[in-house]
């Protein structure tokens, strides 16, 4: 059977059959292998190993050098020099002498830091009042026992008998109620704690305020919007924000008021340092190993107070930060693995 003329020039103008994906997509892809072997052979490959080298830092293990030679060369001098007499501190160290005085020195140091801490609370409220008169002698307080040094206000207080021998309570140009003798009133250790309260008051007023202004405005907008009372307000909401800011620097003046009971010993009373003082006077030829004694002691309550801080601020930064600083344990073990660590990789490199 013959095919027509027009049947067979449509046949022969017609486009090529579309191919299928199967057919189409071999090639295509011999094409694209093809070419990117060629793209291989031509680029540099990279080295089977590499290493990656640490910034080289001499001027920092030159200071670590000298650091460590200097530290060497103090602890050197304090070992062998025998102008210390450590057989001496040794025995002066655990003396009952210096116990009974370093049993004093923290007795005054915790009375003195409660009531300094209330009476700076109660200063600073008085110094964010409105009233002016709150203000204003809020004010007059923290400028004058700034301004005067702390021995002059334990000498003042020491003889304060001799300008008021009796004081009372009552109404004002009018009849008291109450009669105190004050020689009886004001021993060794009342002058002492009354005069370092009064000194750290001042201060702490300062520290107080400062943590308070330092919580955002929002949280007091807040806690008035919510329709509670202001002493609520206060204990509950600012207060605990603002103790994040206190801390560390009331822990400061915490470490300054165990440094300045040193001061009571003018008052006739016999801390840590007024009994090393009074044993140097006795024993003329054991002054150094005694102040020696008595510096590791305040080395040591410091020491303590600020491991005690440590705490106190990884506490109250629950929720300000996302991750807690480490602790010291928790920093040793860090670094005992990771000594460990370069040890095994410096054994498989070599």
Do not use: C
């Amino acid at each position: 059977m013959s095919e027509s003329p027009g049947a067979a020039v449509s046949l022969a103008s017609a486009p090529p059959a579309e191919e299928t994906p199967e057919a189409s997509s071999a090639p295509r892809t011999a094409r694209t292998a093809e070419a990117e072997r060629s793209d291989d052979d031509s680029a540099p490959r990279p080295p089977a190993a590499q290493r990656v080298l640490p910034l080289r830092r001499p001027g920092r293990w030159i200071a670590t050098a000298i650091v460590l030679v200097l530290a060497a060369q103090i602890v050197h001098g304090l070992v062998t020099n025998p102008f210390y007499q450590w057989d001496r501190f040794q025995y002066w160290f655990l003396r009952p002498t210096i116990l009974d005085g370093l049993l004093i020195t923290l007795e005054v140091t915790a009375y003195s830091a409660v009531l300094g801490l209330l009476g700076g609370i109660v200063i600073a409220l008085g110094r964010l009042s409105r009233s002016p008169v709150l203000r204003a002698v809020s004010w007059t307080y923290t400028w004058l026992f700034r301004s005067v040094p702390l021995i002059v206000v334990l000498l003042f207080l020491y003889n304060f008998s001799a300008l008021y021998k009796t004081l009372s309570l009552g109404v004002p140009f009018g009849p008291a109620f109450f009669t105190f003798d004050e020689s009886r009133l004001a021993t060794d250790i009342v002058v002492a704690v009354v005069g370092l309260s009064l000194n750290e008051a001042a201060y702490a007023s300062e520290v107080v305020r400062s943590g308070v202004l330092a919580v955002d405005q929002g949280q007091h907008e807040a806690a008035s919007a919510l329709g509670l009372p202001k002493s609520y307000q206060f204990t509950r909401i600012v207060f605990p924000q603002a103790l994040r800011s206190i801390t560390p620097n009331y822990v400061n003046l915490l470490i300054n008021l165990i440094k300045s009971t040193s001061l009571v010993f003018y008052v006739s009373l016999l801390d840590l340092f007024g009994s090393a003082q009074s044993m140097g006077s006795t024993y003329p030829g054991d002054i150094v190993p005694l102040l020696l004694v008595a510096t590791v002691w305040y080395l040591i309550l410091t020491s303590a107070v600020s491991i005690v801080q440590f705490y106190v601020e990884r506490y109250f930064s629950r929720g300000a930060t996302r991750i807690l600083p480490p602790s010291p344990l928790q920093r040793a073990r860090t670094g005992l693995r990771d000594l460990r660590a370069r040890a095994t990789r410096r054994e498989a490199a070599i």
